[in-house]
T-cell receptor, first 116, second 117 residues
Framework: AQKVTQAQTEISVVEKEDVTLDCVYE???????LFWYKQPPSGELVFLIR??????QNEISGRYSWNFQKSTSSFNFTITASQVVDSAVYFC?????????????FGQGTELSVKP | GAGVSQSPRYKVTKRGQDVALRCDPI?????LYWYRQALGQGPEFLTY????????KSGLPNDRFSAERPEGSISTLTIQRTEQRDSAMYRC???????????????FGEGSWLTVV
């Protein structure tokens, strides 16, 4: 069975602090994809990143970075120098297998609050 | 269109009524998905289409829920005889996906909030 666990329900930081959101996944597929989405207070679900299981290279995009470690089945997300606009619920998701057709399994989400 | 468009954004209905939620995917996207998201939870898969063919409906909770995409573009999710437990946000998403390409990025709409009173 596939499963995504985001153990941190809520995180509160002060602006300019760095923050890491944890994501641990379970799958028996050898080929799978991992995603992060952002849900700001307005409610839309915004795509942030997709990573396939064969690419363990870490990725950086501006203040965002992702650390994918197959050995620990983790795909953690770090925001450097957080800003108030980063306040949102962040979801990690897993899609796996040739026949899964893009069906995503989401974690419960981590609500990040960045205070000025 | 530029993004996935859903309507209505908000719907309040009385228990027992039928509701239809509409989704217009990103132009050219082959695959279309429906998800349901309860308050404080992550989205849960309901069903998906490649073109007009419904490929997987394993997430539909019961036979009151159905979806169609007759011309391979716009899709409608219908809930018959609504119950209070159906209250949630219903999200539509689309992707370019080729057959079996589960890694294609899935783009979500803003969702339709359904409240059953």
């Amino acid at each position: 069975a596939q499963k995504v666990t985001q153990a941190q329900t809520e995180i509160s930081v002060v602006e300019k602090e760095d923050v890491t959101l944890d994501c641990v996944y379970e799958t028996r597929d050898t080929t799978y994809y991992l995603f992060w989405y952002k849900q700001p207070p307005s409610g839309e679900l915004v795509f942030l990143i997709r990573r396939n299981s064969f690419d363990e290279q870490n990725e950086i995009s501006g203040r965002y970075s992702w650390n994918f470690q197959k050995s620990t089945s983790s795909f953690n997300f770090t925001i450097t120098a957080s800003q108030v606009v980063d306040s949102a619920v962040y979801f990690c998701a897993l899609s796996g297998g040739y026949n899964q057709g893009g069906k995503l399994i989401f974690g419960q989400g981590t609500e990040l609050s960045v205070k000025p | 269109g530029a993004g996935v468009s859903q309507s209505p954004r908000y719907k309040v209905t009385k228990r027992g009524q039928d509701v239809a939620l509409r989704c217009d995917p990103i132009s050219g996207h082959v695959s279309l998905y429906w998800y349901r998201q309860a308050l404080g939870q992550g989205p849960e898969f309901l069903t998906y289409f490649n073109y007009e063919a419904q490929q997987d409906k394993s997430g539909l909770p019961n036979d009151r829920f159905s979806a169609e995409r007759p011309e391979g573009s716009i899709s409608t999710l219908t809930i018959q005889r609504t119950e209070q437990r159906d209250s949630a946000m219903y999200r539509c998403a689309s992707s370019l996906a080729q057959r079996g390409a589960s890694g294609n990025t899935i783009y979500f709409g803003e969702g339709s909030w359904l409240t059953v009173v």
